[in-house]
């Protein structure tokens, strides 16, 4: 199987996996309690309203929104309207949301894609010295440090580091805490993966009868490894994708 052929495999399965996602967070708010609606009501209850007109006030809000409709017709727009980009207005500023999470995604990509193309560029070349060089203590340390690094929750490194500037232990710096620390942060949850991949794709391709045939015929150590990392960068540029996605998924949306 070819690069381009992975690329497509993995790109099909990351636009399922999107509209297993899409689907999922549909029913999820579909399924459960109404805040908004909830939030009439008591706002009603509250104003001493009676239950007629509660109940007028609701249903107004239901169809207003399209959610007096079988849930089929509800989940068949809300996944056009999702494809077309228009979620509608704002609960809370009545702006185009569109708009307001274009703005977030902007703000998520000057992080997410520094912090991707870091992690790929340090987890590969890592993951690589270390199985070239399996009994150095540099590669040791550096291939270990980045399983703590990844191990080590985010949210309680990056809340200790913004509890440092409240107590004045660091002098605050706007550039710092708006993009170096969370790329680094970012960083961190994906070079672990890499190294580790890397690593271990490089022994495995090494332990090959290949490699062992170019040794036998005099190549150079610099040569071995051009055929060792052109072989083990297939499979490892087939997860790139996914383990980006999990970032973008689980690390940013969740």
Known sequence: MSVLQVLFKRV?????????AVTAIFFAFTL?????????????????????????????????RGLDRPISEQY???????AQLDFGPSFSTGEPAGGLMLDAAIRTAMYALPAIA?????????GFYAAFNPHSRVAGLLRHGSYVAFAAPTFWVGGVAVGLTQT?????????FRHALPIALATTTLL????????AYALE????????????????PLLVARHVVRNAAIPLFSMLFTEALALLVLSVFV
Request: aromatic share 10%.
């Open 12 to 20: 099909a399965l990351g636009f399922a996996a999107a509209w297993a």
């Open 32 to 64: 459960s309690d109404d805040w908004v609606e909830d939030g009439i009501e008591g706002a009603a209850r509250f104003g001493g309203a009676d239950e007629a007109e509660i109940e007028a006030r609701i249903e107004a809000y239901r169809a207003e």
């Open 76 to 82: 068949v727009d809300y996944m056009i309207q999702t």
């Open 118 to 126: 870091l992690a790929i560029a340090l987890g590969m070349s890592i």
């Open 168 to 176: 004045g232990t660091i002098e605050q710096s706007h550039w710092l």
């Open 192 to 199: 672990g993966g890499y190294v580790s991949y890397s690593r």
């Open 205 to 220: 391709e090494r332990s090959k009868q290949f490699v062992s045939l170019v040794r036998a015929k005099g190549a150079r």
